[in-house]
């Protein structure tokens, strides 16, 4: 296996972290977290277990990229949220920071809902992403990644750790 890019201590003390933030500006509310499917689940769930505060998890799920390591320009919502967002504090909680692009078409549809708030929270940011997240765990440098929730074609999910994903199709081609 190739050398990491992340290692799983560095992923869990920015969880740690992030959910120390999280924690500190939401203590007095119950926020509504919502993942963007499909990479956020496991970062979702490790981050609630370290919240400690009431909080509510819904899902939206927007596709950019296909089966490929390039955005395709457009996004597509395949998943809404349920739950009711009028007057509620809401997270928007994402695996990577990148483009923007999905985020944006994101956002737009939760703030049609009317939310008393919306912030973003990310556990990887690209370098150079525009605009950044509130909260961010680890900044990235350039080159398409995979591990911990994040896939290139569905694959590589299952990783601890965070790699280069042309560190790791080189290892899977041998």
Same mark, same amino acid.
Request: proline letters at 0%; aromatic letters at 8%; glycine letters at 30%.
């Given at each position: 296996m190739p050398t990491p890019l992340v290692s799983e201590h560095a992923i869990d003390e920015a969880v740690r972290d992030l959910a120390r933030r999280l924690r500190d500006d939401y203590r007095d509310s119950v926020p509504l977290l919502v993942g963007v499917l499909k990479g956020s689940f496991v970062f979702i769930a490790d981050l609630v277990r370290e919240l400690g505060i009431p909080c509510e998890i819904d899902f939206v799920r +927007?596709?950019?990229?296909?089966?490929?390591?390039?955005? +395709?320009? +457009?996004v597509e919502i395949t998943k809404d949220v349920e739950t009711r967002l009028e007057g509620r504090h809401i997270v928007v909680v994402e695996d990577i920071a990148d483009t923007g692009l999905t985020m944006e078409v994101v956002f737009k549809r939760i703030q049609a809902g009317h939310p008393a708030s919306v912030r973003r929270c990310a556990l990887f940011m690209r370098q150079g992403c525009d605009p950044p997240p509130d909260y961010v765990g680890i900044e990235l440098g350039p080159g398409f990644v995979v591990g911990y929730g994040i896939d290139l074609a569905e694959r590589h999910r299952e990783l601890r750790e965070i790699y280069r994903a042309a560190d790791i199709d080189d290892q899977d081609s041998r």
């Open positions: +927007a596709r950019s990229y296909g089966g490929g390591q390039t955005s +395709a320009g +457009a």
